[in-house]
Structure formats: structure tokens, C-alpha cells
């Protein structure tokens, strides 16, 4: 769908950014958080810590504001009445745009009522900001203290931003999502009606941020409704991830609810999973190296899916090491040489047929999965996990009290099909410095 063919109101666009107003001294944190929170739920975000170009900052903030947004966030708290740029230029910019039905203005507020704590204070961001009672009273207020606070707010901007775009999706029937998960998000305008950025890895790290995945959680629970109210019969999802997201998304949108689903690689090439997988036949494309092993009769199993050209089995012939499992299978294809996209059904159907082989001769649902392949098999892979509780890793190198060699650390846990996010629990271990609200 190419821009120009939808209606671009003056500085209004379905498809663009939400821009945050806050007051720096006091605002901050609330700000970066509900960024990171609209990020992981597919609401790009236009935040001046990581938009606002050098030069004039008022003149800068009045082009972002007319450069084509969705909506808005104002994050009020004690100090914003201090703040001339969010009075003076960015308020009656937004009151401005909040006039067009397309455009979505949000209050989130830190003031309680003195005579009832915890109570907002509906009153007061007209109060602060010296507009006329009702102004702001008027507006949707909400809490965004806490994390879940700050999902539920991400959201409704989702939920929203899918409704102005139902009637362009439901005309192709395809929900375009593009995904990130290492790169740095900025408010580049996208053709995208659902933009996925999470906090990149930490710095000397390869595997994502715990408080990421903890966004990426809360959000996929609520990708199916999204799906359901974007009309969309179909889905193609582009741009690049971890592994364990990948996957993760794949279990939000099984085979069970969504037919037809398209990952598109960084080389542009098209990976389709379209139904059920296709059942593994005598000529398989994927196959265990060797027979798998049997250390008990019950218990958690071990899939490694290790489909890269070289084999690199350091790692996980370590955690078999560390860990009791009752069997383990590594899969490689096989033909040498790169794995062509065309056989993405096949590749997932064998995957899934050597999950469940493995995981029912030996009476479990457990399953511990490495993925070891390109991006969009993990997602398709992902597709087809029902029923089973799926540990996943990622490979990290970081350098980490005793831990110096390459290793397959825990990621998240999925259970899919159970109701809900089908991230049961985030198992990544969270940076020992990292900063909450």
C-alpha cells in the first residue's frame, strides 16, 4: 500500500507516529517507558530522546508536529506547568489536530485527587496547564504508573490505530507488520499498519532485553484481537528478530486462527506458511543427525533446529551437558547449501512431526527448543506449537561472571493455546543494573 494512496489530512496520518508531550524534570521515565510500551505493542512512537534533530527545538517539535501523526500521549505530571514548549507549542498544536476523528490525543497522569489517593485528578492538566476547565477533563485519562498501566494504554492506541486502518486492510485483507528487535527505534515513517520495535540488546550483549520481552508478553495477548479488528484475512510480516520473538510471535497467530502467514527475510524473499504444516513424508528435508537419545522414559525433551550452512554444536553439546533431559534430537537439513524459502511448509512440518514424536514417546508436553535458522522459520515454527509448553533460548557470548565460552542462555517460555499471551513467563535474565519506573 503506498502512501499516497490514503488520505493525509494536514498533519494527520493513520499510519504515523505517536508523538510524546511531557515535562522532562519529572517526566522522563513515564515517557521512556510508555515508548518502549507502544513500541512492543505496534505503535511507532515520535520521542524527542531519540527524534528531535539538532537545530531550533521549537521549530524542530512544530515540523515533527506537522510531519503526519496518528496521535498523541500527554504525560502529565507535578511540573508540566513549568514547561513553556508543552503550553506553548506542542498543546495547542495537538488540540488542533485532536480535532480530526482520525487523530488520537491520550492524557496519562501522575496526579491523584488530595481527598482520595490513587484517584486521578481529572481536573488537573487544565488546571496545570492554564487551558480552560473541560479542555483536557474531557480527554481519556489514565494511569501509567505501573507496567500493566502502560500495556493497557498501548493497547488502546493499538486497538485504535487498527480501527482508522480497517477499511484500507480489510480492502486487501493483508495485516502488514513490521518487526525489529536489535536496531535502535526512530519515528521514520512507515507503510506498516503495525511497527514492532523492542529494546535492543544491551550493550556487550547479544540476546534481547528482559524488560523487552516483558512488553513483547503483555502485547502478544491482545495480537489476535488486533488481527480480528484490522478485517485482515492474511498476514506478512517483515523485518528481522531474535529467534525466541520470532517464535513467540508464531504462537500468537497459530494456524488455528490466521490461514495465511508471510515472513519476509532481510533478502526480500517471501518464507509462507499458508494451513496446517504439511505432514513429514518419506523424502524430508530436515532429518536428525543421528537417533535421538534416551536417558529416561518421562520427562523434558530437547529439539536443537540447527539449519545454518556449518554445523556449530559447541553450545548446545554444552547445555545437554548441564541438563537431564529425558531425550534429545538435533535436526539438520538434509541437503547441503542454503535452504530454500519455497520449502518453508516442509521444513516446519518435519520440525513439528520431530517435536511431537520426541515429546510423546516420552509422555511430556515440555519441550526445550534451540532454533538455530533463519528468522522467519522460527516464526512459521512457532505457528504450530498448540498444546506444548516450549522453553526457548538464545545464543549469547557476553561475558558473564563464570559463564566466558558461547552458550545458549533462557528466553521465554511459551505455552500457546491456553488462552491469553502465549508467553507463559519471560525466563531471560534481566540486566543487573537496568532501570525501572
Known amino acids: 500500500m503506498g502512501r499516497e ?229 492474511q498476514m506478512r510480516v517483515r523485518g528481522g528478530a531474535h529467534l525466541s520473538v520470532a517464535c513467540a510471535f508464531g504462537a500468537a497467530v497459530p494456524t488455528t486462527l490466521m490461514g495465511s502467514v508471510e515472513v519476509v527475510d532481510t533478502s526480500g524473499k517471501p518464507w509462507l506458511l499458508a494451513g496446517q504444516a504439511p505432514s513429514a513424508g518419506p523424502e524430508r528435508v530436515l532429518v536428525p543427525v543421528s537417533p535421538p537419545s534416551h536417558n529416561h522414559d518421562r520427562g523434558p525433551v530437547l529439539v536443537y533446529v540447527d539449519l545454518l550452512p556449518q554445523r556449530s554444536d559447541a553450545a548446545y553439546d554444552d547445555l545437554v551437558a548441564k541438563n537431564d533431559f529425558a531425550s534429545v534430537v538435533h535436526m539438520r537439513p538434509v541437503a547441503a547449501g542454503l535452504l530454500e524459502p519455497g520449502e518453508a511448509g516442509r521444513m516446519v512440518g518435519d520440525v513439528i512431526a520431530a517435536v511431537r514424536e520426541i515429546a510423546g514417546s516420552h509422555g511430556t508436553t515440555e519441550v526445550h527448543l534451540l532454533l538455530r535458522c533463519p528468522y522467519p522459520v522460527a516464526l512459521l515454527i512457532g505457528r504450530c506449537l498448540n498444546t506444548l509448553t516450549v522453553h526457548l533460548y538464545e545464543w549469547e557470548d557476553a561475558v558473564e561472571g563464570d559463564a566466558a565460552s558461547p552458550r545458549y542462555v533462557p528466553s521465554v517460555v511459551l505455552r500457546s493455546g491456553a488462552g491469553g499471551s502465549p508467553v507463559d513467563r519471560v525466563s531471560a535474565p534481566s540486566p543487573p543494573d537496568s532501570e525501572e519506573l
Open 5 to 233: 494512496e490514503r488520505p493525509t489530512p494536514a498533519g494527520v496520518d493513520p499510519l504515523g507516529p505517536v508523538f510524546i508531550s511531557y515535562r522532562q524534570s519529572d517526566g522522563t521515565p513515564l515517557a521512556v517507558a510508555l515508548a518502549w510500551a507502544l513500541r512492543a505493542a505496534g505503535v511507532p512512537v515520535w520521542h524527542d530522546q531519540t527524534d528531535l534533530p539538532p537545530g531550533d527545538t521549537a521549530k524542530r517539535l512544530q515540523e515533527a508536529l506537522a510531519s503526519g501523526l496518528s496521535g498523541a500521549i500527554l504525560v502529565v505530571t507535578p511540573q508540566i506547568a513549568d514547561s513553556k514548549v508543552v503550553r506553548e507549542v506542542e498543546l495547542p498544536a495537538l488540540l488542533d489536530l485532536a480535532k480530526d476523528p482520525a487523530f488520537t490525543l491520550s492524557i496519562v497522569s501522575t496526579i491523584s485527587r488530595p481527598d482520595q489517593p490513587g484517584m486521578l485528578d481529572y481536573g488537573a492538566p487544565d488546571r496545570l496547564l492554564g487551558v480552560a476547565a473541560g479542555t483536557l477533563s474531557a480527554i481519556e485519562q489514565s494511569p501509567g504508573v505501573s507496567g500493566v498501566q502502560r500495556a493497557d494504554v498501548a493497547r488502546r492506541l493499538a486497538r485504535r490505530r487498527l480501527e482508522h486502518l480497517r477499511p484500507a486492510i480489510a480492502d486487501g485483507g493483508e495485516l502488514v507488520l513490521d518487526l525489529q528487535t536489535r536496531v535502535p527505534p526512530f519515528a521514520a515513517q512507515h507503510d506498516a499498519h503495525l511497527v514492532v520495535r523492542l529494546r535492543p540488546p544491551m550493550d556487550g550483549h547479544r540476546r534481547p532485553d528482559a524488560r523487552g520481552l516483558a512488553d513483547l508478553q503483555a502485547f502478544l495477548g491482545q495480537l489476535p484481537q488486533l488481527v480480528a479488528i484490522s478485517g485482515a484475512s
